[in-house]
């Protein structure tokens, strides 16, 4: 099947769809184009960017520690 023939195959589908909820994720997919545009940053906190940014930091400065060192040091209180 061609593009064409597909797009006209999903439009008739479409048109056949009487739930609202998914009307709405077709629209939050077909949108997801237009908000990808847009960067996450711009889309964060002042206080986010300043707390990624003090990460950052960290990491270049090596004040960070391993996943597994945390978990060894914390075990007693992780498990179930």
Known sequence: MDISAEKLDIIQRICEIQDDDLIDLIKNIIDIPQASKSDWWDQITQEEKESINRGLDD??????????LIREKYEKWLKD
């Open 59 to 68: 990491l270049q400065k090596g004040r960070v520690h391993s996943h597994e």
